[in-house]
């Protein structure tokens, strides 16, 4: 069956650069969602889009900014890196916001 | 503030022991509660999930108890394997609000060993 695409699944960035990160959900899911997940942490959630449209937010940094396409691929872009920025960054999709299924996860190391 | 309370940290099992975990929640308005398994460098993956009309739920080797009155909810890992090592989170929903759009609220995580 197909899962959640994420990519890069690994991306290396200098302080105050940018990085773009790529999520393909499950075909026919209608929402997105973006976590990040620090070391030893859980996932915490970002933002999410439903049917392309902006759905929530949660803490999410003013630098960072996402869409949904109308593909209903999302890209979440991080401006201005920081080194506490560095973590692992996962997708999940789902279907009538239902039950969540996450991608392998694209891990951003800042230097 | 942490909606979701897990617990233990951290758990050493011995294999073929049964390896437990529970969380607690704050927002009665939940009513979705999966159990997400995530090894190392790899997303979480949904292992089992209950919804609040029922009081219990088996999946093969893994059963979620559920208590609505404490709110509380519980993962039993039975006859617990070196493969079942990982970490597990709990996690929280309300999807019958409409309170699907920002996801799932989960629990610090339980990291599990099982000793062979």
């Known amino acids: 069956a197909a899962g959640v695409i994420q990519s890069p699944r690994h991306l290396i960035k200098e302080k105050r650069e940018t990085a773009t990160l790529k999520c393909y959900p499950i075909?026919?899911?209608?929402?997105v969602y973006w976590y990040q997940q620090g070391p030893g942490q859980d996932p915490q959630f970002l933002i999410s889009?439903?049917?392309?449209?902006?759905?929530d937010k949660g803490s999410i940094p003013d630098r960072f900014s996402a869409q949904q396409f109308s593909d209903y691929h999302s890209e979440l872009n991080m401006s201005s890196l920081e080194l506490g920025d560095s973590a692992l960054y996962f997708c999940a999709s789902s279907l009538d916001r239902g039950e969540l299924f996450f991608g392998e996860g694209s891990r951003l190391t800042v230097l | 503030q942490q909606q979701v309370k897990q617990s233990p940290q951290s758990l050493i099992v011995q294999k073929g022991g049964i390896s437990i975990i529970n969380c607690a929640y704050e927002?009665?308005?939940?009513?979705?509660f999966p159990w997400y398994q995530q090894f190392p460098g790899k997303g979480p993956a949904l292992l089992i999930a209950?919804?609040?009309?029922?009081s219990e739920k088996k999946e093969g080797r893994f059963t979620i108890s559920f208590n609505k009155s404490a709110k509380q909810f519980s993962l039993h890992i039975m006859d617990s394997q070196p493969g079942d090592s990982a970490t597990y989170f709990c996690?929280?929903?309300?999807?019958?609000?409409?309170?699907?759009?920002?996801?799932?609220?989960f629990g610090k995580g339980t990291h599990l060993i099982i000793q062979p």
């Open positions: 209950i919804r609040p009309d029922v």
């Open positions: 996690a929280a929903n309300a999807l019958s609000s409409g309170g699907g759009a920002d996801g799932l609220t």
């Open positions: 927002n009665t308005a939940f009513d979705y």
């Open positions: 075909p026919r899911h209608d929402t």
């Open positions: 889009f439903y049917e392309k449209m902006q759905s």
